[in-house]
């Protein structure tokens, strides 16, 4: 088959009897191109996969490999000035060179290529060598005339575009709430909402247990009220502290952690926080006249979300 294309472009060269599915060019008198000093042939337009297109053939190569014995092959997306801002075009090109001979087609497939307005042309700089071309048992230049043509299939745009926002903070909160009426309070008590790192945030406690402590302890939470509205990616971290304070010996049960809160972990605390038996012990002072001191500290300290991109 002689030298067609080059190893390190990565193409696929086949033969095949079906013609080019996008454009076919007629040459007629091909060495009069060099001869008459013509660097390069731009064909006029041609539509394939929606957008326009330009192939454009240097009789005797192309920039570096100008003069390198071969014939340029090339392919120009046209009618970029219609596009939107930041187009990209993503194809596969195909060339082709008819064999008068055998009545068959050479097939040069190259790999995939990103047309963009920084690079909108792309092709084989050697395509085919001028001995193979012009070897005349080869069939691609009888009576001086040859025959070129081009397939791109377009590869269309399916993927999603996503952004990773991922925001350090040091926004805190410290405040204390006095809950009175203790021995009255229904299965659940809930605080005021509050606003830590642009989140707003309550306090969730149940005086006499949640699920499988339910009866045996107090249990707290720290609720964020937004996560039931966060899509699948959003999420914020937070560093909490919840204390039960001793109001006559002057300690307290502090408990901490630091976690995501997201759309499956809307709220995160102690289930187990304090038993009962040790809540109601009058030596302890959590509890004096009926009412219990919970202070709450808080700090937002990463926000994490993907947004899609148009």
């Known amino acids: 088959m002689g030298s067609i294309a080059s190893e390190e472009e990565e193409v696929k060269v086949e033969v095949r009897v079906a013609s080019p599915a996008h454009y076919l060019l007629q040459i007629e008198s091909f060495s009069l191109l060099s001869e008459s000093g013509v660097e390069k042939f731009e064909s006029n337009e041609f539509e394939a996969g929606g957008y326009k297109w330009k192939m454009i ?12 014995e071969h014939v340029s092959v090339y392919l120009a997306l046209s009618g970029t000035s219609s596009l939107p801002t930041g187009w990209e075009v993503n194809a596969i090109y195909t060339f082709f060179l008819f064999n008068q001979l055998c009545d068959n087609y050479l097939s040069v497939r190259g790999k995939m290529r990103r047309f963009q307005p920084i690079k909108s042309l792309w092709g084989l700089p050697k395509f ?5 071309f012009k070897e005349a048992s080869n069939g691609y230049l009888v009576d001086d005339k040859c ?10 745009r399916q993927a999603i575009s996503e952004c990773l926002s991922m925001v350090k903070s040091n926004d805190s909160f ?17 605080s005021e909402e509050f606003t830590v790192g642009d989140y707003k945030w309550k306090l969730l406690l149940y005086p ?12 707290i939470f720290l609720q964020s009220v937004d996560a039931k509205d966060f899509d699948h990616h959003q999420k914020v971290k937070a560093k909490c502290s919840i204390c039960l ?4 010996n002057g300690e307290s049960k502090k408990l901490s ?7 499956t972990v809307q709220s995160w605390g102690y289930p187990e926080f304090l038993p009962l038996t040790e809540l109601h012990d009058q030596k302890k002072g959590y509890l004096v006249n009926d009412c219990i001191l919970v202070e709450v500290e808080l700090e937002v300290v990463f926000k994490h979300t993907v ?3 148009s």
């Open 245 to 248: 304070k001793d109001q006559i």
């Open 57 to 68: 053939i240097y009789p005797d190569g192309k920039g570096s490999d100008k003069g390198s």
């Open 147 to 156: 025959v070129f043509g081009a397939e791109i299939f377009v590869i269309q």
């Open 307 to 309: 947004k899609s991109l």
């Open 128 to 132: 085919v060598s001028h001995k193979t």
């Open 257 to 263: 952690y630091c976690i995501w809160f997201s759309t």
């Open 208 to 219: 006499k247990g949640d699920g499988n402590s339910k009866g045996s302890d107090i249990s």
């Open 174 to 190: 410290k405040r204390e709430w006095k809950i009175c009426n203790f021995s009255n309070l229904g299965k659940d008590w809930f």
